[in-house]
């Protein structure tokens, strides 16, 4: 699915990162990656693991959340409005 398309949104260049903004989002923070983690499941107690990373859940089914997310550290290193 083009969710950009399906939403009517306008992508437009970024003026230092690869990324580009959304037009109808106009205030825009680019930022780079300065740290990634992913989390650690086995520091999680059971009663949280079995309610949001439940393992006998199709990891197919809508919702389903299996695996562990990634925390990322993001620097601004640019901020500016988009006028059109």
């Known amino acids: ?22 037009a109808q989002l106009p205030l825009t923070l680019e930022c780079k990656v300065v740290y990634r983690q992913p ?13 949001f990373y439940p393992q006998d859940v199709d990891g ?6 299996r695996d ?4 990322v550290f993001g620097q601004i290193v640019n901020a500016y409005v988009i006028e059109e």
């Open 60 to 65: 197919r089914a809508v919702g389903a959340n």
């Open 1 to 22: 699915m083009d969710k950009v398309g399906e939403l009517g949104l306008t992508l437009v260049d970024s003026r230092k990162v690869d990324v580009p903004g959304i």
């Open 68 to 71: 562990p997310h990634i925390m």
């Open 39 to 51: 989390q650690e499941l086995d520091l999680y107690t059971p009663d949280v693991l079995e309610r």
